[in-house]
Nanobody, 123 residues
């Protein structure tokens, strides 16, 4: 059974930093594309960042140069370092997995999802 468990969310002031983690079990982590999505109230779930098995990273334009995704295959964990956060980054952040190959931005491309972690950025 695949499990993805996010942690690290919380309340942070605008301009601050936060580091999210997603620990996985039950899947071949090293061969999976690992991604972060987010969903704000009243909005659709959107792609934030993804990283391939070869450490090739992709980012949404809205977070490029502020967020960094990384992975530790030995610990089956993916991270999202969030710097210079803005109030518009407020959302529930989800870890997703379930495909190999290239990073894609469509939620329907991923079979496995975590329960999400809330990130709230105050102005």
């Amino acid at each position: 059974q695949v499990q993805l468990v996010e942690s690290g969310g919380g309340l942070v002031q605008a301009g601050g930093s936060l580091r999210l983690s997603c620990a996985s079990s039950g899947l071949t982590f090293s061969t999976n594309v690992m991604t972060w999505f987010r969903q704000a109230p009243g909005k659709e779930r959107e792609f934030v960042a993804g990283i391939s098995r070869f450490d090739s990273a992709s980012y949404a334009d809205s977070v490029k140069d502020r967020f960094t995704i990384s992975r530790d295959n030995a610990k089956n964990t993916v991270f999202l370092q969030m710097n210079s956060v803005k109030p518009e980054d407020t959302a529930v952040y989800y870890c997703a997995a379930g495909r190999a190959g290239l990073v894609t931005s469509a939620p329907s491309d991923y079979n496995y999802w975590g329960q999400g972690t809330q990130v709230t950025v105050s102005s």
